[in-house]
């Protein structure tokens, strides 16, 4: 969990920033984006296919 304590003399734009450092971090923003809508196991199946052709298209592309 991300937390930012205000320190003395410390604007909320300048906390406001380090939190999102934080978060940003700490590999929230995919997850949540992850859990935002169901999946069917198809969807889900149809993504991870699609995400492992992109790989072996940029490990193609690299190795040439």
């Known amino acids: ?4 304590i205000l320190g003395e003399n410390e604007n909320i ?5 380090r939190f999102k450092r934080k978060v940003s971090g700490a590999g929230i923003f995919p997850d949540m984006r992850k859990n935002r809508h169901f999946e069917t196991p198809l ?7 699609i995400a492992r052709r992109k790989q072996r298209r940029r490990n193609f592309q690299a190795n040439r």
Request: hydrophobic content about 40%; proline content about 0%; glycine content about 0%.
């Open 1 to 4: 969990m991300a937390q930012v």
């Open 43 to 49: 969807e889900k199946r149809k993504r991870k296919a």
């Open 13 to 17: 734009e300048s906390a406001l920033r």
